[in-house]
């Protein structure tokens, strides 16, 4: 070991919080505690390495101006450049965005990516602005954040309430304020563009895709046919409506659905296009679409179902609600949307999950790849980005669960042991400076 020695005693057990900050830290622990995680390097890790902090005005379409509060958090660089979203939603704040940025670490040293993790947003309800409101509030909040990010330091991507559209300003604006000599060659500053624009084809449904492919995996390796079985959806969005697409095209059935504004189900099943088609016309809604019958937001995961995939937001399952499920699967579409209460509930009960750090990593592969192609001015076409998304995602999934079985370990904890294994390889490797 060539880190510097030190005298650390080990992190104990103690009862979980409800705070998504929490709910990594024990995650963290329990998987450090298993691959017995040198002192220092646990140091290191628990620990983010910059929060960056910024109030920026911006006038409104009526001459107010409103004065905003965005954040960056970059956890660890020790594989590359951080790496995640930026959310537009009232939730977002420091705690949020430190439990995020170090979901992406592990996430992206799983999948194997020369990245670290980063995450951030602003704190912000976006539908109470206008287009050009919220494109002067993404400008201002890129220039605000400079130097910050950057396409080898920080390249952020399309989160809760962001989009192709959002990126394409950020870029814009990035790329506005650099000399004219190097504007076109930090194009890479953000992932997620439009196509148009830099973006990767296919990059719209690269995390939905991922959460398809690893319940395929998932049922291929329990001799399980996904025709006929039926899934429920929290969330959506781009990834909730990807994923149940792709499902619906092997046979399986959307029973139920849970957005902002409520929860519907239909045990004959949703036709998941008409339901996206409804919801794009209704403000983001699917409340009273047609053949469907309304349901208490309480009893969502309580619906009788196959499978279960909360693509919303974190701390979604908890031992309140977990007690309820009756799916056999939960494939964690959301980054933490189930707390540590929650999970034990499920473990105990039998019900099988595919972590976030893998389940949804085909997002942050899809923007690796983007980036690959906006540094060496390629352009990838769909069929050979879906066949590497397939690739990529098939030898994840394949090294969680054979670690998994091998190690008597749940799951989660298995992708943990993978992801801070290959972080702390690259700390031994290299040692600590000075």
């Not at 809604?285 to 995961?301: A, M, R, T």
Request: glycine residues 8%; neutral net charge; contains cysteine.
């Amino acid at each position: 070991m060539t880190v510097l020695k030190a005298s650390v005693k080990k992190a104990t057990k103690k009862q979980p919080l409800r705070g998504m900050m929490d709910n990594v830290m024990e995650q963290f622990n329990s998987a450090a505690d298993h691959i017995n995680l040198h002192p220092n390097i646990r140091k290191i890790l628990s620990i983010t390495n910059n929060e960056i902090l910024v109030n920026f005005p911006v006038k409104m379409d009526n001459g107010d101006v409103e004065i905003f509060t965005g954040y960056r958090v970059q956890h660890n660089s020790a594989l590359g450049p951080y790496k995640g979203g930026l959310r537009y939603h009232p939730t977002v704040d420091l705690d949020a965005a430190r439990a995020l940025a170090m979901w992406m670490t592990w996430k992206t040293s799983l999948a194997g990516l020369p990245y670290g993790g980063g995450k951030g947003g602003i704190k912000i309800d976006p539908s109470k602005y206008s287009e050009s409101e919220l494109e002067r509030i993404t400008r201002r909040f890129t220039y605000a954040l400079a130097d910050n990010i950057g396409p080898e330091h920080d390249i952020p991507a399309p989160d809760v309430n962001t989009n192709s559209q959002t990126m394409a300003w950020i870029a814009d604006t990035y790329m506005s304020t650099r000399p004219p000599a190097q504007r076109t060659a930090n194009q890479h500053v953000v992932t997620g563009k439009p196509d148009g624009s830099g973006g990767l084809e296919g990059r719209d449904r690269a995390t939905g895709f991922g959460v398809y492919l690893t319940i395929k995996f998932w049922a291929e390796k329990n001799n399980i046919d996904l025709k006929g079985k039926k899934y429920i959806v929290q969330g959506f969005g781009n990834v909730g409506y990807w994923a149940s697409l792709f499902l619906e095209k092997d046979g399986a059935k959307l029973v139920a659905v849970q957005d902002a504004y409520g929860s519907i189900q239909n045990q004959n099943g949703l036709n998941v296009k008409n339901l996206f088609d409804y919801a794009k016309l209704n403000k983001g809604s699917i409340v009273d679409f047609p053949n469907s019958e309304s349901l208490d937001k309480d009893d969502f995961f309580a619906v009788d179902c196959d499978i279960c995939i909360p693509a919303a937001l974190g701390n979604q399952i908890t031992k309140e609600n977990a007690p309820k499920i009756k799916a056999n699967l939960i494939a964690e579409g959301a980054n933490g949307p189930t707390n540590v209460d929650g999970e034990r509930i499920l473990l105990e009960r039998g019900i099988a999950i595919i972590p976030d750090i893998l389940c949804n990593s085909g997002g942050v592969i899809g923007s690796y790849f983007e980036w690959l192609q906006n540094r060496n001015g390629e352009i990838w076409h769909l069929e050979e980005v879906m066949d590497k998304l397939s690739k990529k995602l098939r030898g994840s999934f394949n090294k969680v669960f054979d670690y998994s079985e091998r190690e008597d370990i749940d799951t989660r904890t298995a992708a943990f042991c993978i992801a801070i294994e290959r972080i702390e390889k690259a700390y031994v490797q290299r040692g600590i400076f000075p």
